[in-house]
C-alpha cells in the first residue's frame, strides 16, 4: 500500500504525462524517502496509466553507477517504443537494448546470475537512442527519488535494427553519437557495469518478485555509454555502434510533427 501522499504525487505525475506539463519538485519531495517508495510511485503511475493492464509491460529500463549497485527499473510506455522523438526532449542516451527469447518467472530469475547467463536467455541485441524528458520542471536537476518516481527521466526511445545476440568485448566497443551539424563524438566502452548483460538477473529478479512472468520478446535497455547528451528538439541525433548498426532521429524529424511520448 501507498500513502495518501504518494498516491497524489502518482496522480499528478500521471496527469503531468497526459497534459504535457511539469511540476515543482520542491512541493512534492516530502512523498518520497527512499528508493521503495520512489518505485511504489512509479508502479502506481504505470497503473494510472493502463501499461500495466495485461500483465508486465514489454519494454524497460534498467541502470545502475557501478556492479555493486544500486540499480533501479522502470518500464517504458507501450507507445513510448516509437518511430518519433518525443515533442519536449531534455537529451540523448546512447544505449544498447536486449530481447528475452523465453518466457522467465520467479524460479527461473532467481537461479540467475550476472555473467553466467543461460545461452538461450536473451535472443537479440540492437542500437537504442533514450530519448530524455522530465515531468520535473527541475528537470534532471530534480531531486534523485523523484526522478525515478518519474520513470528515471525517460520520454521514449528509438530502437534499431535487431541482430542475433551475442557476447562482445563490451568494454572496447566502439560507438559514434552524432548530434545536429557537430562534429560525431567518438567512443569506446563507457558502459558503468561493461556489460550490457551483466544487470539481466537484478532486472528479471525484480520484475518476479511477486510472482509475476516476464514473457519472451520483452526488452531491456541497461544503462548509458556516455551520459546523457544535451540536445535541442530542432536537432537530430544519430548513433552508430560498431558492428550493431545505426539509429537516428533524423528521418522521424523530417516527417512531421513529433508527438509527446507518455
Not at 518467472?105 to 536473451?122: C, H, K, M, Q, Y
Request: charged share 20%; glycine share 10%.
Amino acid at each position: 500500500m501507498i500513502s495518501a501522499r504518494q498516491e497524489a504525487l502518482a496522480v499528478a505525475l500521471a496527469q503531468a504525462r497526459v497534459g504535457g506539463h511539469t511540476l515543482e519538485a520542491g512541493y512534492w519531495a516530502d512523498a518520497v524517502t527512499s528508493p521503495a517508495d520512489a518505485d511504489a510511485v512509479q508502479q502506481r503511475v504505470s497503473e494510472l496509466l493502463g501499461w500495466r493492464s495485461q500483465g508486465l509491460p514489454l519494454a524497460w529500463k534498467s541502470g545502475g553507477p557501478a556492479r555493486h549497485g544500486p540499480f533501479s527499473h522502470a518500464p517504458i510506455a507501450p507507445d513510448g517504443v516509437q518511430q518519433r522523438p518525443p515533442s519536449v526532449l531534455l537529451g540523448v542516451e546512447a544505449e544498447v537494448a536486449l530481447r528475452l527469447a523465453r518466457d522467465v518467472d520467479a524460479s527461473l530469475a532467481a537461479t540467475l546470475r550476472p555473467g553466467e547467463l543461460p545461452a538461450d536467455l536473451i535472443d537479440a541485441m540492437a542500437p537504442a537512442l533514450e530519448l530524455v524528458g522530465s515531468r520535473w520542471r527541475e528537470g534532471l536537476a530534480a531531486p534523485e527519488l523523484l526522478r525515478r518516481a518519474d520513470h528515471q527521466s525517460n520520454a521514449g526511445l528509438l530502437i534499431g535494427p535487431w541482430l542475433p545476440f551475442e557476447n562482445r568485448d563490451w568494454a572496447r566497443q566502439a560507438f559514434t553519437l552524432q548530434l545536429g551539424q557537430a562534429q560525431p563524438l567518438h567512443y569506446r566502452g563507457g558502459h558503468a557495469l561493461n556489460d550490457p548483460a551483466w544487470l539481466l538477473p537484478a532486472w528479471l529478479q525484480q520484475l518476479s518478485r511477486e510472482g509475476q512472468m516476464v514473457p519472451a520478446g520483452t526488452m531491456v535497455t541497461t544503462g548509458a555509454w556516455c551520459g546523457c547528451v544535451p540536445l535541442r528538439q530542432d536537432e537530430s541525433a544519430s548513433l552508430h555502434f560498431e558492428g550493431l548498426g545505426r539509429v537516428s532521429t533524423e528521418s522521424f524529424s523530417r516527417s512531421g510533427t513529433a508527438k509527446q511520448a507518455l
